[in-house]
């Protein structure tokens, strides 16, 4: 029995101290945009492996239950804002003051941990798109995430000619991280190398916003509906022969935005069935 004691106080150690939390990553990154949005980056598990576009599940540890005391994991899904490459992941939430989990995690600072289960799934991904030339990203505030994931990732540049994002934001500042992200690809090294000098050329990013003044007002549905987008954007409407399309935002743009496409006749895709667009909600607390 003697030989037990070691292993017994070696147990005792992490009772003492801090319980470390299941599936825990460091964040290293925190950067706050408005009042209602923020990104953070993290440690990715050394074995993780993923699509550009899809979701994990994070989030932290809930507060005790009153009666037993006992704590569980409060988990949402995001999705992953840094490409397939990056040595780290990167997300892109909003701040719910009163929300389950964002209410905490917008106080999370570098060096803090969190939980990530790491079992990456998701639609909005390259092999769920038939070969196209023009494709196009349509994101409402954290929609962009998933965006800000392919806008980094070099098959995105390969496979198409031309890349279109539109953002349609509350306020101007809600545009700011899908802004500087777009700017700071002009000065990325891997993707320059990759796919060439000035492949961000193939970028047109189309902006808006529907409560705050900015140089473009009003909902992207709205402007395509008018025809005022693709005058702006001097192309052509959407069409199943040449364009393809991914859609990431709240509910009822995801399903105004899905009867639109329909309507210029692209089908949806999936995982198994590749067509000519595909459709996400952002995910809110
Ligand atoms: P609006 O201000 O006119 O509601 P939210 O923060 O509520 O998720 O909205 C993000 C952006 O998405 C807002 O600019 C909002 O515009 C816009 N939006 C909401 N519903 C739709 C929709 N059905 N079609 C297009 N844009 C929408």
Redesign the pocket.
Do not use: S, Y
């Given at each position: 029995m003697t030989e037990q004691s070691p292993v017994t106080q070696a147990q005792a150690q992490p009772v003492k101290a801090a319980p470390a939390l299941p599936d825990a990553q460091t964040v290293t990154q925190v950067k706050h945009y408005t009042d209602r949005l923020f990104s953070f980056r993290c440690t990715r598990p050394a074995s993780m492996r993923f699509r550009s576009g899809e979701f994990v599940m994070i989030g932290l540890m809930g507060d005790p239950d009153p009666k037993t005391g006992k704590v569980k994991p409060l988990l949402r899904a995001y999705s992953i804002a840094s490409p397939s490459w990056d040595e780290e992941l990167e997300f892109y939430s909003i701040k719910v003051q009163d929300g389950p989990l964002t209410s905490k995690l917008q106080h999370i600072q570098p060096g803090d941990e969190l939980i990530l289960r790491p079992k990456p799934v998701g639609t909005l991904v390259h092999d769920a798109l038939l070969p196209g030339k023009r494709l196009w990203f349509f994101a409402?505030?954290t929609g962009f995430a998933p965006f800000a994931s392919l806008l980094r990732e070099p098959q995105t540049y390969e496979d198409y000619d031309e890349i279109v994002i539109t953002h349609?934001?509350?306020e101007a500042g809600?545009l700011t991280y899908g802004a500087e992200l777009i700017e700071s690809l002009k000065d990325d090294e891997l993707l320059g190398e990759v796919i060439g000098e000035g492949f961000w050329k193939k970028i047109r990013y189309y902006p808006?916003?529907?409560?705050e003044e900015s140089p473009k007002m009003g909902?992207?549905?709205?402007l395509m509906r008018t025809g005022e987008a693709f005058t702006d954007l001097e192309c052509t409407p959407l069409n199943p022969e040449t364009d393809r399309a991914m859609i990431c935002?709240?509910l009822?743009?995801n399903?105004?935005?899905k009867e639109m496409l329909e309507a210029y006749g692209l089908e949806e895709g999936a995982n198994s069935k590749p067509a000519h667009y595909v459709v996400e909600k952002?995910f809110?607390d």
């Open positions: 409402t505030g349609t934001c509350r809600e808006t916003t529907t409560r909902r992207i549905t709205d935002g709240n009822a743009f399903l105004e935005l952002a809110l």
